[in-house]
């Protein structure tokens, strides 16, 4: 148990930084590290609670550029994709989920990279689609980013809309997800203690993200986002093949 608090406060710090930084990702990063000190059961929620937290600071940062329009066509998406979520958390297995949105992650960032043609703003199908997808996965993995995430990097916005827009988004989310949790169980009070201990480093991570955030120029900035996307993707997609060559 000698690794658990190093661990903890290393993944807390980096998720900070990262979601600082780019408005997302916190998930993606930190539970891959909590993995390997803890189960899978307790890291997910204390992840959730950890994202949780991060987006209520950053809300407070970004309220004024959110968009607001677009956020309530994705909370509309996202309800019947968590009811979804839900059924899938007591126990169908979520790697064929992972795999396709993988897919669907890296041939977006992929048409992102080769397109000519300018971003525009997405037609109200797409963007209900993103959010029930992300409703979906949230309560089975904790990271209900990468549908939203991939939706919101071909809109025409600049980096304040695009963070606060995916950090609103994600706070109102993140209590959902901690809430249908909650109700399974999964968050004990050895994971509130473990989620105490993390919230300086996150907080941490937090300040030095956003700081260098304003130190990027928005080419550099939408760069840094998409090859973030592209790690997702393929991240994704080598977890699913992992698990399913396992299971042979």
């Known amino acids: 148990m000698e690794p658990l608090i190093p661990v903890i406060l290393g993944a807390s710090l980096c998720a900070g930084f990262i979601q600082g930084f780019s408005g997302f990702g916190s998930v993606l990063v930190?539970?891959?590290?909590?993995?390997?000190?803890?189960?899978?059961?307790?890291?997910?929620?204390?992840?959730?609670?950890?994202?949780?937290?991060?987006n209520v600071v950053m809300v407070l940062r970004l309220h004024g550029h959110i968009e607001r329009g677009s956020m309530k066509m994705l909370l509309l998406g996202s309800v019947p994709g968590m009811a979804v979520?839900?059924?899938?958390?007591?126990?169908?297995?979520?790697?064929?989920?992972?795999?396709?949105?993988?897919?669907?992650?890296?041939?977006?960032?992929?048409?992102?990279?080769?397109?000519?043609?300018?971003?525009?703003?997405?037609?109200?199908?797409?963007?209900?689609?993103?959010?029930?997808?992300?409703?979906?996965?949230?309560?089975?993995?904790?990271?209900?980013?990468?549908?939203?995430?991939?939706?919101?990097?071909r809109q025409p916005w600049g980096r304040d809309a695009l963070r606060a827009t995916l950090t609103f988004y994600f706070l109102l989310t993140g209590i959902?997800?901690?809430?249908?949790?909650?109700?399974?169980?999964?968050?004990?009070?050895?994971?509130?203690?473990?989620?105490?201990?993390?919230l300086p480093a996150l907080l941490g991570g937090l300040w030095a993200g956003g700081a260098a955030c304003g130190k990027v120029n928005e080419r550099t900035f939408r760069a840094v986002v998409l090859t973030l996307l592209g790690i997702i993707g393929l991240t994704m997609v080598w977890q699913a093949g992992k698990a399913a060559l396992g299971a042979l």
Not at 34 to 48: H, I, K, M, N
Not at 123 to 151: D, E, M, Q, R
């Open 85 to 153: 979520g839900a059924w899938l958390l007591e126990g169908a297995s979520d790697s064929l989920i992972k795999g396709l949105l993988g897919a669907i992650i890296l041939a977006m960032v992929t048409q992102s990279v080769t397109t000519t043609k300018p971003r525009a703003h997405i037609g109200k199908g797409w963007t209900l689609a993103a959010g029930f997808l992300s409703g979906c996965i949230g309560p089975v993995t904790g990271a209900n980013g990468p549908p939203v995430i991939a939706w919101a990097a």
């Open 30 to 54: 930190a539970l891959p590290i909590l993995l390997t000190v803890l189960d899978v059961r307790a890291a997910v929620p204390l992840v959730s609670l950890v994202a949780l937290s991060i």
């Open 176 to 198: 959902g997800i901690v809430g249908i949790q909650s109700a399974q169980g999964l968050v004990s009070f050895d994971i509130l203690k473990l989620y105490a201990l993390a």
